[in-house]
């Protein structure tokens, strides 16, 4: 669980931004399935080549608030956007900006690993 924590405290060490960010991939893990589930609909909507670059040894290939907002719907967007108290653009810009470093710290092996206990860390951001 080091690993896990280590990320995610990476992650939400960016100041208000990153627990914004946070908070908003937080509420975004609660109601897509888990992270797996959030990767899943990315890949779904012809963007594993990122996902892949994320969980690969190689660069992070960066993602856009559009591409997010396109991959998961306005729905999971807006309830994350809610969840998180911050704007739908901010919402996805915090998601676009932290599922890749993300990813790619719980991944150093280039092998995603069972990732349900980052689905717990992460949820708990959208209750602090």
């Given at each position: 669980?080091?690993?896990?924590?280590?990320?995610?405290?990476?992650?939400?060490?960016?100041?208000?931004?990153?627990?914004?960010?946070?908070?908003?991939l937080?509420?975004?893990?609660e109601?897509?399935?888990?992270?797996?589930?959030?990767?899943?609909?990315?890949?779904?909507?012809?963007?594993?080549?990122k996902?892949?670059?994320?969980?690969?040894?190689?660069?992070?290939?960066?993602?856009?608030?559009?591409?997010?907002?396109?991959?998961?719907?306005?729905?999971?967007?807006?309830?994350?956007?809610?969840?998180?108290?911050?704007?739908?653009?901010?919402?996805?810009?915090?998601?676009?900006?932290?599922?890749?470093?993300?990813?790619?710290?719980?991944?150093?092996?280039?092998?995603?690993?069972?990732?349900?206990?980052?689905?717990?860390?992460?949820?708990?951001?959208?209750?602090?």
């Amino acid at each position: 669980m080091g690993l896990l924590d280590e990320a995610v405290s990476a992650l939400g060490g960016k100041g208000g931004s990153g627990n914004q960010a946070m908070g908003a991939l937080g509420g975004l893990v609660e109601q897509a399935g888990g992270v797996q589930g959030i990767l899943s609909k990315l890949q779904a909507s012809g963007l594993g080549d990122k996902v892949d670059s994320w969980i690969g040894t190689g660069p992070n290939k960066a993602i856009s608030p559009d591409e997010v907002k396109q991959a998961l719907g306005p729905e999971q967007v807006t309830q994350a956007a809610a969840k998180a108290g911050v704007s739908e653009d901010e919402a996805a810009s915090g998601i676009a900006s932290a599922l890749p470093d993300l990813i790619n710290k719980v991944s150093p092996d280039g092998k995603l690993p069972d990732i349900g206990p980052l689905d717990d860390i992460l949820a708990g951001f959208v209750k602090k």
